[in-house]
C-alpha cells in the first residue's frame, strides 16, 4: 500500500509539474512608445512611404485615380501628395495627411511607427526620395 501511495504520489507530481511547464502565453506588447518631436528620422518616400501607402491607401474605391484625393498609386503619390496642399513644410501637424492618418483613417495606418515615418518625412521636407 504504501508503494502504491508513492507511485501516486510520483505520478503526481510529474503530471503537475508538466502542465505548469507546458502552458504556452502569448505576450502582445505595444507599440514601442514614439516621441514625435524628437529629432526627425531619415525616411525614403520610394522604399518606405510609397509601399505604405499602396498597400493601406490605394485600394479599389479609395486612393485610387477617379477616386479620393490624393492619389496614391505606385508612381502618382508624390506629386499628388506633395502638389495637391495635403503637407505643409512650415507646420508639418498642420499637413493635412498628418491629420488624417492619425484621426479617420487611422485603422488603415494603425503602427504608430508607420505614422511617425510620415511625419519625419515631412518634418525632412517632404523629399523625393
Known amino acids: 500500500m504504501k508503494k502504491l501511495s ?3 504520489g510520483l505520478i503526481l507530481i510529474v503530471v ?5 511547464t507546458g502552458c504556452y502565453k502569448d ?16 525616411v525614403s518616400y520610394k522604399t518606405e512611404l510609397e509601399p505604405l501607402f499602396n498597400s493601406q491607401c490605394a485600394l479599389a474605391g479609395c486612393h485610387v485615380s477617379g477616386a479620393h484625393k ?11 501628395i506633395t502638389s495637391g496642399g495635403f503637407v505643409n513644410l512650415i507646420v508639418p501637424k498642420q ?5 488624417r492618418i492619425n484621426s479617420d483613417m487611422k485603422e488603415y495606418i494603425p503602427k504608430a511607427t508607420d505614422r ?9 521636407g517632404a523629399p523625393n526620395n
Open 6 to 8: 508513492i507511485y501516486l
Open 16 to 20: 503537475v509539474g508538466l502542465s505548469i
Open 27 to 42: 505576450v502582445i506588447l505595444p507599440d514601442a512608445t514614439v516621441d514625435p518631436d524628437g529629432p526627425p528620422q531619415a
Open 70 to 80: 490624393p492619389y496614391m498609386t505606385t508612381g502618382t503619390s508624390y506629386l499628388n
Open 95 to 99: 499637413s493635412i495627411l498628418y491629420i
Open 116 to 124: 511617425q515615418k510620415v511625419y519625419d518625412w515631412i518634418r525632412n
